[in-house]
């Protein structure tokens, strides 16, 4: 029963990255959860000496890396884990009002949030809001599936990448059908806020 809880768990924490990725860069150009997406349109705006656009992508990289430092230190120093999540659901909310850029940043800022108060689910390491260094875990754990650990790694892995997938497939559908689409992250984020206390 625990471990279907965690699963759930994981699975919920990754629709939202994944549904906010999506709605993110469909909407500003922009990932707030997947930095490497980030880096790569940073490194193709500088060759392509497009000056703006390359200070966005590296604002963006630059929110999302402090507010992964001010999360993690604020969770080393005993605040629980359900405050930056429900943190998580107000901003991405809120994003959904701030036009351009700020909106994309406070997503950013969001994502990072999530990603650095949850690190680990059911015993494994798990990214929520992207999903490379999942795969790659993942990968590594299949040639030593007949291990119990490793089967256990293998289902959380592969629970986390579908539902990143299956929420860019609703973040995506979201912003074709709702006004404010930011606000099924922001549900998923609150939920997670409940789960987690």
């Given at each position: 029963m625990e471990k279907l809880r965690d699963l759930g768990r994981a699975a919920l924490l990754c629709l939202i990255g994944g549904s906010a990725d999506a709605i993110a860069y469909l909407r500003f150009g922009t990932f707030v959860g997947a930095m490497s997406g980030n880096t790569v349109l940073l490194g193709i705006d500088l060759a392509g000496g497009r000056a703006e656009r390359a200070l966005y992508?590296?604002?963006?990289?630059?929110?999302?890396?402090?507010?992964?430092?001010?999360?993690?230190?604020?969770?080393?120093?005993?605040?629980?884990?359900?405050?930056?999540?429900?943190?998580?659901?107000?901003?991405?909310?809120?994003?959904?009002?701030?036009?351009g850029p700020w909106g994309a940043a406070l997503s950013a800022a969001a994502l990072g949030m999530q990603t650095s108060a949850v690190l680990r689910i059911g015993g494994v390491s798990i990214n929520t809001v992207f999903v490379t260094g999942d795969l790659v875990r993942l990968g590594m754990a299949v040639p030593l599936a007949a291990a119990p650990e490793h089967r256990n790694r293998m289902l959380f892995l592969g629970a986390a990448w579908t539902a990143y997938a299956a929420g860019a497939v609703g973040g995506a559908a979201a912003l074709k059908l709702i006004a404010y689409p930011m606000a099924v992250p922001a549900v998923l984020a609150l939920i997670a806020a409940v789960v987690e206390r």
């Open positions: 992508h590296a604002a963006i990289i630059a929110v999302f890396f402090a507010a992964i430092i001010a999360t993690r230190t604020a969770v080393t120093f005993a605040v629980p884990r359900a405050v930056p999540l429900f943190l998580t659901a107000i901003m991405l909310a809120g994003s959904q009002f701030i036009p």
